[in-house]
Nanobody, 115 residues
Framework: EVQLVESGGGLVQPGGSVRLSCAASGFTFGNFEMHWVRQAPGKGLEWVSSISSNGFSTYYADSVKGRFTVSRDNAKNTMYLQLNSLKTEDTAMYYC????????RGQGTQVTVSS
């Protein structure tokens, strides 16, 4: 059974940083491109970032480019998202997923950016 478990969120001040983790199990993690998506209160799912199976290629939404960094450790079956220079509009539930539409996503981890 595919399982994705996100962690690392919390309350952060504007301009602050946080690192999210996604622990994967139930499939051969290193064979799959992985994705981060988010959902702000009252809004739909928004694609944030993707990373190729070997980690060599990364992709970002324009809204986070230059501030967020995706990475992965295939030996640990884990993906990460480093969020820097956070803005209030980054407040959302963050999910890791098997595709950019959020398929297979876990329970999510909440990031709240507020002073």
């Amino acid at each position: 059974e595919v399982q994705l478990v996100e962690s690392g969120g919390g309350l952060v001040q504007p301009g602050g940083s946080v690192r999210l983790s996604c622990a994967a199990s139930g499939f051969t993690f290193g064979n799959f491109e992985m994705h981060w998506v988010r959902q702000a209160p009252g809004k739909g799912l928004e694609w944030v970032s993707s990373i190729s199976s070997n980690g060599f290629s990364t992709y970002y939404a324009d809204s986070v480019k230059g501030r967020f960094t995706v990475s992965r450790d295939n030996a640990k079956n884990t993906m990460y998202l480093q969020l820097n220079s956070l803005k209030t509009e980054d407040t959302a539930m963050y999910y890791c997923a098997l595709d950019s539409g959020g398929v297979g996503r876990g329970q999510g981890t909440q990031v709240t950016v507020s002073s």
